[in-house]
């Protein structure tokens, strides 16, 4: 056994689900319009993890997916996945608010290969409920409803149950939504998440239970808790057991720019309906068995010296990657002296219409990322470097202006610190500093701080034996038009002509927590 302090996973992993199968622990979060997606993660001990891979590469390919034609999905695709097994298959099942459709995909083996469907319908936060030889989803917002499934799931079964199960009835921001489903000792477990007005005023995670899907359910809030961090209530994701019979809760809680963060909450069953921690509040240490304390987990992420080959038109990156919609591999290659090579494929104004950025996620409660970038052949108008990705991002930049090479430090348009403001789309982007270069060649670097929802972000090149800052600190924000957390991203983006390509090397992504303190 060993103690163990929240949060589980110092990254955005949002609308976390998972399963246990034997003695190991699967889940899978919302990945949005990040590509690949519907990543999953493994554990033998609850609290380490480790990616599995992606149940997709992409999804519809249309051109929004594919930033096409001035298109995009940010904040759509795909949403609060539920992830299942059952009967030796594998099922993950989700709509995507961009195509208005839900999709299932399934597998013998978690690592795939996956097969695709769709359900017909349109299924908010679905949650897949198999019970013996029938199969239900659960969904909805405000008004969560359960509807019966054909054998194959296809389609709503003729003639099956169909009813409203709860209803949001009081005075809430945000209605019942997130349902999670059960079958649990012969009752019927569904658990949300709500946002009421009244009280704390911030997010709860609810539970309703019924002896029976035709039988009422009966539910209230189980867990009213922001574990002392900004009112930002723990709720929504799913339950899991352990093989000793253990329960645990993996929920999210809202930690600022950096994203929704993954909070373990011990359940108890013992009196029928569940309790989240202690009388309603998360209290840690938890206490947790230490399987396999040999097994060496692959980290969430990863340095790069991108020595990468293209087979069939494709690179396979590390699993850490992602980006920031389908990519063109036609505009991806490997340079010959090795590294990475983006060509710009499209005019931009701005770093969010930018295909192939290349992402991973940021660290709580701080990080720094750097990266080596050649920028000898950009065409004038070009704009290479690293972000702080998000609509309100911050970058550094190699760019070319009248065949001369700068370093430049540029922003998106800032925005108030209300609740999720979003930024209208159109904004330009705010020039903060630049400095000419004597080589087109530059090793960058940027800083987030994320501790105490400062959200900041510093940018830096390295120039005759030190770092050196360029531009402002950045103010970074959790809004709506990503609805993300933070990625530091690598681009190459064209303003005047296309054609243009920087080579990217030697890809660094440092924690900069130590001891739950961060230590820039």
Known sequence: MKDFYNPLIGMDYPDPDLIRVGDTWYMISTTMHFMPGGEILRSYNLTDWERVGYVFDDLDHTPAQCMENGENIYGQGMWAASLRYHNGIFYVCFA???????????????????????????????????????VYIVYGNTQIYITELTADLSSPK???????????????RLGYEGAHAYKINGKYYVFLIHWPNGGAGRRTEACFVSDSLESEFIGRDILDDDRGYFNCGVAQGGIVDTPEGEWYAFLFQDSGAVGRIPILVPVDFTHGFPEFGSNGKIVEPILLRNRKPEYVYEPLTANDKFQY?????????????????VPDYRLVDCDENGGLKLTAG????????????????MIWPGCRASVVIDGSDLNNGDYAGICALQGCYGMIAITREADQYYLVMRAGSPADDSRYPVIQKGENPEEHERVK?????????????????????????????EWKRLGSVHKLYFKLDHFTGCRVGLFCY???????????????????CIDNRYQP
């Open 494 to 512: 064209a303003s005047e002509q296309t054609g243009g390509t920087a080579v990217f090397h030697d890809f660094t992504l440092q924690n900069l």
């Open 309 to 325: 080959k293209k087979e069939g038109g494709k690179i396979s990156i590390h699993k850490a990657w992602q980006w920031n919609h």
């Open 96 to 134: 995507a608010n961009d195509t208005h459709r839900t999709y299932l995909y399934q597998s013998e083996n978690i690592e795939g290969p996956w097969k695709k469907q769709y359900i017909e319908g349109f299924y908010h936060d679905c949650s897949l409920l198999f019970d013996d030889d029938r």
């Open 158 to 172: 003729p003639g099956g149950l169909h009813r409203k199960i709860i209803e949001d009835t009081g005075n809430v």
């Open 346 to 361: 499209s005019l931009c104004h701005d770093l969010c219409e930018a295909r192939n950025t290349l992402t991973q996620r």
């Open 437 to 465: 270069m004597d080589c087109p060649i530059a090793h960058l670097e940027l800083s987030a701080d994320f501790s105490d929802m400062k959200d900041i972000v510093v940018f830096r090149y390295w120039s005759h034996g």
